[in-house]
């Protein structure tokens, strides 16, 4: 693991969107506030996000994970 500079990343809490906009110029709008989507802020915490090569694709895996939810 490679040692991460707290200064460098953005809060994810700080992102403003407009939600009037198309969700693709959104995702343009994140992509450019956030800077580094793999490595960011919440509040106090380092959030890195990392994918299994194989791992499928994450609206799958989200879709899994919540009807895994509603059938507990």
Do not use: W
Request: aromatic letters at 6%; hydrophobic letters at 35%.
């Amino acid at each position: 693991m490679t040692e991460i500079d707290r200064s460098q990343l953005v809060d994810i809490q700080t992102i403003k969107l407009d939600k009037n906009l198309p969700a693709a110029q959104r995702a343009e709008q994140y992509l450019s506030q956030i800077k580094n989507p793999h490595c960011f802020l919440c509040g106090d915490s380092v959030v890195r996000l990392k994918f299994h090569e194989e791992g499928g694709e994450l609206k799958d895996r989200l879709r899994n994970f919540f009807i895994s939810c509603k059938q507990a």
